[in-house]
């Protein structure tokens, strides 16, 4: 069982830290993604999970066991780089081999494994070419294969897909997805696109600055942010923020203003509200209705509209903010035209001047 714990892990280089005491408990065959903003430390983690960065504070533990100074070849894990080191002398084959040759694989189980990663990557009629007559897509593919002959327990990602076009992106996304669900094993993958952690993860874990913002399934985070930051992150487009200010709090139901002067009531957890407060009200794109009734009706003027057939994306302004709204691409949307979009009230989220989500408890009426 290759089940995986980081404890209060930190990491420094001289004074200078960068991980500020990691805890995550994986479990045994998941598909957990790490997302975040460049620099945020998704690569230190990783690299520290591989034994390729020493822990400077913590522990790591693989299958129950303390593996925080083992080496990296002794941990049962195998990890992608977005850059890759082919051997150059070597043909694609003898790349994928090499690794099962050192550790003394007979010949059937490395023909049949390096075979069967070279379907799954679409490698098969480049198994003879050298790195240099591959293109770096395709390098990249012979890296992952690299791995999957190894069959270790747990895969370790580090962009993998960075170098690849947009369609083979996605190929690789589904063929890694497809991966994951045949080998049952854990893996670990790092990307700051969210769209790949939204469609491949069991679990998501959002980094910033060296923290874990939220850790949760790819719908607990779009519909449960635990602060505006993750709430911007997950979602695409990001979700719209608009300003608002307490207009009255009696217990759990506040009602705050909108820019255009409409005030909005909802019953939401919080701290200390105060009739005055600034807050942020949050609305996803896609939970905006055009043609429809709701809750909410905000009178926007498109001054973009972005066609994609299927959906159109507008975007506008509501007093100075501006807006993006997602509408189905068979609708009348007509640029520069005063449009109604609705929104229901528990689509809504509040954040508190700090950026902490006010959760909704139930919505109450709402007031013109
Ligand atoms: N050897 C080092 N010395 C000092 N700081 C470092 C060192 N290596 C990394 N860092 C810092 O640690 C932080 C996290 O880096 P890391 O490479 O983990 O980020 P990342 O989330 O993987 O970013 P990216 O998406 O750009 O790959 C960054 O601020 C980086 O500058
Ligand atoms: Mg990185």
Same mark, same amino acid.
């Given at each position: ?78 990890? %992608? ?32 494994? %390096? ?10 009629? #480049? ?122 709090? %009696? ?16 019953? %939401? ?11 942020? #009200? ?87």
């Amino acid at each position: 069982m290759a089940d995986l714990q980081l404890k209060k892990v930190f990491k420094r280089y001289g004074k200078v830290e960068t991980i500020h005491g990691v805890d995550l408990d994986i479990r045994h065959g998941e598909f957990i993604v790490f997302v975040g903003p460049s620099g945020c430390g998704k690569s230190t983690l990783l690299r520290m999970i591989a034994g390729l960065e020493e822990v400077s504070e913590g522990d790591v533990f693989i299958g129950g066991k303390d593996v925080t100074t083992t080496q990296p070849s002794k941990r049962g894990i195998a990890m %992608v780089f977005q850059s890759y080191a082919l051997y150059p002398h070597m043909s694609v084959k003898e790349n994928m081999s090499f690794g099962l040759e050192v550790t003394g694989e007979s010949k059937d189980v490395i023909e049949e494994r %390096v075979a069967e990663a070279a379907r799954i990557l679409k490698l098969e009629p #480049l198994l003879d070419r050298k790195p240099r007559q591959l293109s770096g897509g395709q390098r990249q593919r012979v890296a992952i294969g690299r791995t999957i002959v190894r069959k270790p327990e747990v895969f370790l990602f580090d962009e993998p897909l960075s170098n690849l076009d947009a369609e083979l992106r996605v190929q690789m996304r589904i063929e890694i997805s497809r991966l994951h669900e045949q080998l049952g094993n854990t893996m670990i993958y790092v990307t700051h696109d969210q769209v790949e952690a939204m469609t491949m993860a069991d679990r998501i874990v959002v980094l910033r600055d060296g923290n874990i913002e939220q850790v949760g399934t790819p719908m607990e985070l779009y519909h449960s942010p635990c602060n505006q930051f993750v709430a911007g992150f997950i979602g695409s487009p990001k979700m719209n923020f608009l300003p608002v200010s307490v207009t009255s709090v %009696v217990g759990q139901t506040v009602s705050v203003r909108l820019p255009d002067s409409q005030e909005i009531t909802l019953n %939401v957890e919080h701290g200390e509200l105060a009739v005055g407060d600034s807050m942020t #009200l949050g609305i996803r794109p896609e939970h905006f209705l055009h043609g429809e009734s709701a809750d909410i009706t905000l009178q926007i003027k498109g001054d973009v509209i972005e066609r994609l057939g299927g959906t159109t994306y507008v975007y506008g302004e509501l007093d100075g903010q501006t807006l993006i709204i997602e509408a189905d691409g068979e609708k009348d949307i007509v640029r520069g035209e005063l449009m109604d979009f609705s929104f229901h009230l528990n689509r809504c989220h509040l954040f508190d001047k700090d950026g902490i989500a006010c959760k909704q408890l139930a919505v109450e009426a709402a007031a013109a």
